[in-house]
């Protein structure tokens, strides 16, 4: 089996309130990001700390953090989350102007799913659908496709997972896509489960819907460690790679993600499988190609645009 792709999701909606690690400003994005890279850490996707801005103003916040990140490390694959505008309404435009600087991964999450908390009776609680429509990610894709990004493909239940295959079998997934496994505990994301339990049995049965599909596939914890979960050791022996971060871990610990990304690094090597390099992990997603002047050109002019932007 070939170098395993780490993925850091370096915070998310987890505030530092819960874990005062958790890097929020552009500067603490900026050396979190180095070095949970230094770490073993292929691939960075981080959220900004502002919403309902509109595309111009998002994309250059996370730019204000990766500009040095680039400078530093020309090979970064860096990603964002997607873009809330007024009203929290959800779209996925500013991969554009990001594309353009130079970024190399996009996303598409693609369904919809409920998240919220849970009352005093462990009920479900909260009026929030997470929600893409057909129409969104079939804009999503055409963002990706047409901007040259491959797709992070984040799976909260198996309906997202059948959806991304439908494009696959029909040809229309763009080039450079890995699909994410997130299955939940109790906890989920903010407070109710949703999707599959970490369990092999769960892990079996999305691997029952990827037979014969050759997308590169990793596996989260969302809610929990998931270096402490039974499924890392079983995604790595069957193949896949590894996605983790303060975003998605709850625990008694308060561990830095340099922490999380060092231990599954070990993990990697108790199973016997290399840890990739950015540039690995772009080859083992058939990353598409850029050029001179964006991320997928020649070595020394990486970076040149994604620099040279508006501080």
């Keep these: 089996m070939g170098p395993v792709v780490i993925e850091c999701a370096i915070n998310g909606a987890t505030p530092k309130s819960a874990n005062p690690h958790v890097p929020v400003e552009p500067s603490e994005i900026t050396a979190d990001a180095l070095a949970c890279i230094e770490a073993g850490a292929a691939i960075i996707h981080n959220h900004i700390d502002r919403y309902g801005i509109g595309v111009a103003e998002a994309a250059e916040r996370y730019l204000q953090a990766w500009r040095p990140v680039l400078a530093a490390r020309p090979d970064a694959l860096l990603y964002p989350t997607i873009h809330f505008g007024e009203g929290f309404s959800i779209s996925y435009e500013h991969l554009i102007p990001l594309a353009a600087a130079g970024m190399r991964v996009g996303l598409t999450d693609p369904g919809s799913v409920n998240l919220g908390g849970t009352d005093a009776d462990g009920l479900p609680t909260g009026d929030l659908v997470y929600r893409n429509s057909f129409q969104t990610i079939s804009r999503a894709f055409e963002i990706c496709r047409d901007a040259g990004l491959g797709p992070s493909l984040a799976i909260y239940e198996p309906g997202f997972l059948r959806t ?120 083992i997603l058939r990353l598409p190609l850029r050029a001179a002047g964006h991320l997928g050109g020649q070595r020394g002019q990486l970076g040149v645009e994604l620099l040279g932007g508006t501080e």
Excluded at 205 to 226: Q, T
Excluded at 250 to 277: H, K, Y
């Design 164 to 283: 991304t295959l439908a494009w696959w079998r029909a040809g229309r997934l763009p080039q450079g896509a890995m699909i994410k496994l997130y299955f939940s505990t109790e906890l989920g994301y903010l407070g109710a489960p949703f999707g599959l339990p970490p369990t092999e049995r769960a892990l079996d049965a999305y691997l029952e819907l990827l037979d014969g599909c050759d997308i590169p596939w990793a596996v989260s914890v969302v809610g929990g460690d998931l270096c402490a979960s039974p499924v890392a050791r079983l995604a790595l022996e069957r193949g896949g790679h590894l996605h983790l971060g303060l975003e998605f871990y709850r625990g008694e610990r308060t561990p830095t993600n340099v922490e999380l990304v060092t231990e599954a690094a070990d993990l990697c090597r108790q199973v016997g499988r290399a840890i990739a390099t950015p540039d690995e992990a772009a080859q």
